[in-house]
């Protein structure tokens, strides 16, 4: 499987941006998220399974599911100082927020 990664900046709405480079508009959301230590991937597992279980909300992954991988998004923190020090394994501080997109669980109608 080929994956991506589209990297999110805040620009004024008029700014103009040169190619290859492509200006997008994203809506936001609610979401639903996870701090985890780089390079704790696995954990994706525990914040999907918490979605699924949950009694209050639910998965609201996008139209284009894989292409963009649902909707689901990752915060680096300290990323460009971890990555310059070589994302040592003894305690360098790079952590992430991942973020998975959710909704209110309609309520059932009572009959």
């Not at 609610?30 to 209050?56: D, G, K, M, R």
Request: charged fraction near 25%; proline fraction near 7%; include cysteine.
């Amino acid at each position: 499987m080929l994956r991506y990664y589209e990297v999110f900046v805040t620009i004024p709405d008029d700014m103009e941006v040169p190619e290859p480079l492509v200006k997008k508009k994203f809506d936001g959301g609610l979401y639903a998220v996870l701090t985890i230590p780089f390079p704790e991937f696995q954990l994706w597992n525990n914040l999907s399974q918490w979605v699924e279980n949950s009694e209050t909300y639910e998965p609201n992954y996008s139209e284009l599911g894989g292409e963009i991988m649902g909707g689901c998004l990752e915060e680096h923190l300290n990323w460009g100082f971890a990555a310059d020090n070589g994302w040592k394994e003894d305690g360098l501080p790079g952590q992430l927020d991942l973020m998975t997109p959710i909704k209110l669980k309609q309520k059932e109608s009572v009959k």
